[in-house]
């Protein structure tokens, strides 16, 4: 079962152990414990997150609830494989959701450390679930404005990705109210951008990148940040193709691609690209301007162009 969680980024427990560092403690490997748990809390999200989006492929392979009905069908068990699948992935999830927490309370981290962790923790994991709620309810069909798809972005990804991670080390570390604040906004910055980019990607990636099809986003009607901004900046008639792309059963190679057209000749594609680069920049005047060691300053400034200028 743990090796649906292998194979990702680590970006999360990368962000919570640069936390830690921040507060001037030096490496630890409890902390590294610590941060490590944050893969199991992703690996919950994702399994869900596929579940729900009936999403068929994750990091190149099939995702958890195809697998498991694959093995429910190939025991000639009663029943429907789908259903038995999307139903066993829910409960494999939790079990990530439980082995996350108890990596993280039994990681070594003094229990004083921990005290101040929890509370972060628990408001990571609630602004997940509300973000996960919120997606599930943002349809292409009715085209959100940016300010609200971005809205969305944030609870779902964005804080979870970068901010909540990097409070959640700061705060194992105990660090000032003044490095936390600094920290947040970078984190909401980076967060942002990091989003971002994966809905650039979600349309233009290279499936054998991302491992998933190119234009995924678009068969899934998924009212992203890139369509959000098509829809604004296309010309009345573009606009209209897209919205009437979004009413069809479903999208095939050719709607991916009218999409794609739309996205990048409306000027949306770019427009994206210059908020990743604006954020980024933010995030970089923002660590200017506070006291911390320069090998975690240095760090956090790669951590940010790994983030927003990836490839999957």
């Given at each position: ?198 809905d650039l990607l979600g349309i233009f990636g290279d499936p054998s990148a ?103």
């Open positions: 079962m743990i090796d649906f969680a292998a194979g990702g980024k680590c970006v999360r427990s990368v962000y919570v152990y640069l936390g830690w560092l921040c507060g001037g403690v030096g490496e630890s490997e409890p902390a590294l414990r610590a941060a490590a748990s944050a893969e199991l809390l992703h690996a919950f999200a994702l399994v869900q997150d596929d579940v729900m989006d009936e999403s068929p492929v994750r990091r190149g392979a099939q995702s958890a609830h195809r697998r498991l009905a694959g093995w429910h069908s190939s025991q000639g068990l009663s029943g429907s494989s789908d259903r038995f699948g999307e139903s066993a992935a829910i409960l494999l999830a939790d079990l990530y959701l439980v082995w996350a927490e108890r990596m993280l309370r039994e990681s070594g981290v003094a229990a004083a450390a921990l005290d101040r962790a929890w509370p972060r923790y628990d408001s990571m994991r609630s602004e997940l679930a509300v973000g996960q709620l919120a997606d599930l309810t943002n349809d292409a069909n009715r085209v959100p404005t940016v300010g609200a798809v971005m809205d969305i972005a944030r609870r779902k990804s964005g804080n979870y990705t970068v901010r909540r991670p990097l409070e959640l080390g700061a705060a194992m570390a105990d660090c000032d109210e003044t490095v936390m604040g600094v920290l947040g906004e970078y984190g909401e910055a980076i967060g942002e951008a990091f989003q971002l980019r994966d991302t491992g998933k099809p190119t234009g995924d986003d678009v068969r899934e009607r998924k009212a992203t940040t890139v369509i959000a901004l098509a829809d604004q900046l296309a010309t009345p008639s573009e606009r209209t193709r897209l919205r009437d792309l979004w009413k069809e059963a479903s999208i095939d190679e050719r709607g991916v691609a009218l999409a794609q057209a739309v996205i990048t000749d409306s000027g949306a594609a770019q427009c994206a690209e210059q908020m990743i680069d604006d954020r980024v920049a933010h995030a970089r005047r923002v660590l200017d301007g506070v006291d911390l060691e320069p090998s975690v300053v240095d760090s956090l400034h790669r951590m940010a162009l790994l983030c927003t200028h990836r490839t999957h």
